[in-house]
């Protein structure tokens, strides 16, 4: 089962879990239990591939906590 690094939306916390593609729809935060998650490499690749002139922003949020992003 792959393991998915995860933010909360709501408190910021970032952690790592294994999921399947159907619990990844359920998971929900450690530290808060807020159902606000999203995936830390997903955003990295929308916003590395689409920066356009954003991207120093774009990387300095990438490689705060990103270890599965090809774009960091
Ligand atoms: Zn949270």
Redesign the pocket.
């Known amino acids: 089962m792959p393991s998915y690094d995860l933010r909360?939306r709501?408190?910021g916390?970032t952690f790592s879990k294994q999921l399947s593609f159907a619990e990844r729809k359920n998971v929900v935060?450690e530290?808060?239990g807020?159902k606000e998650i999203e995936p830390i490499f997903k955003r990295c690749n929308l916003m590395g591939k689409g920066g356009g002139g954003e991207t120093s922003s774009g990387s300095s949020s990438c490689s705060g906590g990103c270890s599965g992003c090809s774009g960091c």
Do not use: T, V
Request: charged share 25%; net charge neutral; with cysteine.
């Open positions: 909360c709501e408190c916390n935060c530290k808060c807020s």
